[in-house]
C-alpha cells in the first residue's frame, strides 16, 4: 500500500517540475508510509524516498514503514538532513507543505541546503488519505460495529443519578473488550443543559429524569476510527423534546440522502441545513453538517456552507446536524457514510429512533 502511494506522490511531484518533496505532517507521513509513531519524516528526492525517525522507533519503523529507506537519526529529523546533503543538488525545487512547515523548521531547511529552492507544494498533498482503499473500509466498519454495540450496552446505565463520566467510562470499557484498540476521541457525554454544548466531554454531572443525553464517541480498529452520535432521553420525552429531536433526524436522512460521488461538501450541508432553518434553528445549529474520518477524526472532505471540497467514490464522511438551545439541551444524530456513485452507504446501525429510556 504505501510503496503505490509514495510513487503516486513521486508522479505528482514530477509533474510540478518539482525535484523532490519533504513531507513532515505526521498524518501525511503514516498515510504514505505506515508508520504510526510520533516523530518521523519522509523526503522524496531524485534519490527515491527516505524516512527519518529517532532511535524510539527503531523496530517500529523497521516493520512499518514500506517504500522508504529508513534512516535512524538524533535528534530532530530536519536537523538530521545536514547529513544527507546528497539528496539535493543545486538549485533542487523540493516542495514543502506551507501549512504544517513552521517557520523555525524552514530556516533550517535553508541553512542546511542553502541552495535548494522550497516552494509551497501543499496542493499535493491536500487530499492525501481522503479516498479510502478497500482494507481501509473494512477497518472502519469494524470500528462502526464496536461502536454501536457497545453504545446498545450502555443504554441500561442511563438512569437518573448516574454521573456522566461513569456512563463514559463504561462506554469506553466496552468498545476495549470489543477489540477497540483506543477511544477515536476523548468521549462526549453531555446530559440536560449540558447538550446545548456540542463538545461537551463527560463531566461529574449527574443524569437527571427528563434529560437529554447526548453521547458522541468512537472506536479504533487497524489505526481506523469511527465517530458517532446518539441522543437519547431519560424517561419520558417531552412534545418540544420529540419536536426538535424529530427535526434533527429529518435533517441528517436528507443529508445522507444527498451524499453521492460528485456532490460538493457544500450541498450535503445546504440539505442538512434547509431542513433546520425552515424549522426556526437554523441560529442553532452553528457548524458544520461533517467531515471525512480515517486515521482521525476530522479529516477531509468537509461537509460545511464553506466546502469547496466535491465528495469522491470511497470517502467516508460523517453526517451530523445538531440543534442547540443554551440553558436547555441539545439533540445531534450521526453516521458514518461511505460514498458512493449512486449515493451514500450508512455504516452505522445503532437505531435512530428517539429511544426513552
Not at 482503499?133 to 470500528?143: M, P, Q, R
Not at 438512569?159 to 456512563?167: H, Q, S
Given at each position: 500500500m504505501s510503496t503505490t502511494r509514495i510513487n503516486a506522490l513521486r508522479k505528482k511531484v514530477k509533474a510540478e517540475n518539482l525535484d523532490g518533496m519533504i513531507v513532515n505532517q505526521l498524518d501525511h507521513v503514516r498515510y504514505f508510509t505506515g508508520f504510526t509513531g510520533s516523530s518521523g519524516l519522509l523526503v522524496i528526492s531524485p534519490k527515491g524516498a527516505d524516512f527519518f525517525t529517532d532511535f524510539r522507533y527503531k523496530d517500529q519503523s523497521a516493520k512499518q514503514v514500506k517504500g522508504a529507506r529508513v534512516h535512524i537519526i538524533k535528534g530532530d529529523p530536519i536537523d538530521s538532513?545536514?547529513?544527507?546533503?546528497?539528496?539535493?543538488?543545486?538549485?533542487?525545487?523540493f516542495g514543502i507543505d506551507g501549512d504544517h512547515v513552521t517557520v523555525a523548521q524552514y530556516n533550517k531547511l535553508r541553512h542546511i541546503w542553502p541552495t535548494v529552492l522550497l516552494p509551497r507544494a501543499e496542493s499535493l498533498l491536500g487530499d492525501a488519505?481522503?479516498?479510502?482503499?478497500?482494507?481501509?473500509?473494512?477497518?472502519?466498519?469494524?470500528?462502526?460495529?464496536?461502536?454501536?454495540t457497545a453504545f446498545e450496552r450502555v443504554l441500561g446505565l442511563v438512569?437518573?443519578?448516574?454521573?456522566?463520566?461513569?456512563?463514559a467510562a463504561e462506554l469506553?470499557?466496552?468498545?476495549?473488550?470489543?477489540?477497540?484498540e483506543r477511544p477515536a476521541f476523548e468521549t462526549i457525554l453531555a446530559s440536560g443543559w449540558r447538550a446545548a454544548l456540542p463538545h461537551g466531554v463527560a463531566s461529574d454531572k449527574k443524569i437527571a429524569r427528563g434529560d437529554f443525553v447526548t453521547f458522541d464517541f468512537g472506536a479504533t480498529v487497524g489505526g481506523y476510527v469511527s465517530d458517532i452520535t446518539r441522543t437519547v432521553v431519560v424517561g419520558k420525552a417531552t412534545s418540544r423534546q420529540k419536536r426538535i429531536y424529530g427535526i434533527v433526524l429529518k435533517s441528517q436522512l436528507a443529508g445522507i440522502k444527498k451524499v453521492k460521488a460528485g456532490v460538493s461538501g457544500k450541498a450535503v450541508d445546504d440539505a442538512c441545513r434547509k431542513i433546520i432553518t425552515r424549522a426556526g434553528f437554523g441560529k442553532a445549529f452553528g457548524h458544520g453538517t461533517g467531515h471525512g474520518i480515517g486515521?482521525?477524526?476530522?479529516v477531509g472532505p468537509r461537509l460545511s456552507p464553506l466546502s469547496h471540497d466535491l465528495l469522491k467514490v470511497n470517502n467516508v464522511v460523517t453526517v451530523e446536524p445538531g440543534i442547540y438551545i443554551s440553558g436547555w439541551g441539545g439533540v445531534?444524530?450521526?453516521?458514518?457514510?461511505?460514498?458512493?456513485?449512486s449515493g451514500g452507504r450508512v455504516l452505522n446501525r445503532a437505531p435512530k429512533n428517539l429511544l426513552e429510556l
Open positions: 538532513l545536514k547529513d544527507f546533503t546528497n539528496l539535493a543538488g543545486p538549485n533542487y525545487r488519505g481522503w479516498v479510502k482503499e478497500k482494507v481501509e473500509i473494512d477497518l472502519i466498519t469494524k470500528a462502526c460495529a464496536i461502536s454501536d438512569t437518573p443519578g448516574v454521573r456522566e463520566r461513569e456512563i469506553e470499557y466496552q468498545m476495549a473488550m470489543l477489540g477497540s486515521f482521525y477524526v476530522h445531534r444524530i450521526e453516521d458514518d457514510v461511505v460514498v458512493t456513485r
